[in-house]
């Protein structure tokens, strides 16, 4: 049997290419750490391979669609906000339709995203665009709350899921 799709037919977004970047380390500590922007965080969020790109939140695969969540505009540069003194990042996420029921899933697959790739230091919110989701609240709440977080780790088949948002596709 074949599950109903919740949004059947997604607008997809034509991705810009964009130059690869070159970081230059810290000049007054050679030691010190390279400061996290905003940039860096999008281009974390991603695993869709093409080529020769690295893997990036912003290519995390969307649950239903063959799609990444920069194609469907679920995540954005303008939408992460990045302190790095403070170590934090908050990333706000907008799921294509408002009854979205994927919406847990794709914030867990940022967050576990996230969670691989910056340093331990840094603290991550993940949000949900103020009015874009029917249960916005309890949405935000369960992807903040580190035991709920911890709870969903611990199911083998949520963790598949998550795994086969955050796989390589090579085209």
């Known amino acids: 049997m074949v599950s109903q799709l919740i949004n059947a037919n997604p607008v997809v977004y034509e991705i810009k290419d964009r130059p690869a970047r070159v970081r230059q380390p810290a000049e007054e500590d050679e030691y010190g750490a390279d400061p996290i922007d905003q ?101 935000n709440k369960q992807l903040n709350d580190k035991e709920r977080v911890a709870a969903a780790l611990e199911n083998p088949n949520l963790v598949d899921m998550v795994e086969g948002c955050l796989s390589k596709t090579y085209l």
């Open 39 to 139: 940039q860096e965080i999008f281009d974390i969020l991603s695993t869709v391979v093409v080529v020769r790109r690295l893997n990036h939140i912003r290519d995390i695969k969307d649950p239903e669609h063959p799609y990444t969540l920069e194609e469907l505009k679920v995540v954005s540069e303008d939408a992460i906000d990045v302190d790095d003194k403070q170590s934090h990042v908050r990333v706000t996420f907008t799921p294509t339709v408002e009854h979205c029921s994927m919406a847990t899933l794709i914030g867990l697959s940022i967050r576990v995203k996230l969670m691989r790739s910056l340093p331990s230091r840094f603290k991550v919110d993940i949000r949900v665009a103020p009015g874009t989701h029917a249960t916005e609240d309890a949405v």
